[in-house]
Nanobody, 121 residues
């Protein structure tokens, strides 16, 4: 199985981006998936998750600005990012906790290659 991230770009503060993560080999979006990010010199942090039933969780700093969704027919995960801030600058990775139904345990065993988001103020 494979996950391929895309959609990262350089934008100005206040702008929007939509990240995509296309899965192949396994029906990833029918199970737990998430988005993570890592900025230089910082630890990786969990940005958003979505489980089999569509229940979502968000990092406090992105609540109200980011939305995680999925399309099971396309086996694709999305992250809509609005009102971007300079502190959102990071490499973003999608991940799957396959084949877990819910994301509570967080056994992230598949990862995308990452897509860079740079927000300038």
């Amino acid at each position: 199985g494979q996950l391929v991230d895309s959609g990262g770009d350089s934008v100005q503060a206040g702008g929007s981006l939509r990240l995509s993560c296309v899965g192949s080999g396994y029906p990833y979006t029918k199970y737990c998936m998430g988005w993570f990010r890592q900025a230089p010199g910082k630890e990786r942090e969990e940005v958003a998750t979505i489980d089999r039933d569509g229940t979502t969780t968000y990092l406090d700093s992105v609540k109200g600005r980011f939305t995680i969704t999925k399309d099971n027919m396309k086996n694709t995960l999305y992250l809509q990012m609005n009102s971007l801030k300079s502190e959102d600058t990071a490499m973003y990775y999608c991940s799957a906790d396959y084949p877990s139904t819910y994301c509570a345990l967080g056994n992230w065993n598949f990862w995308g290659q990452g897509t860079q988001v740079t927000v300038s103020s």
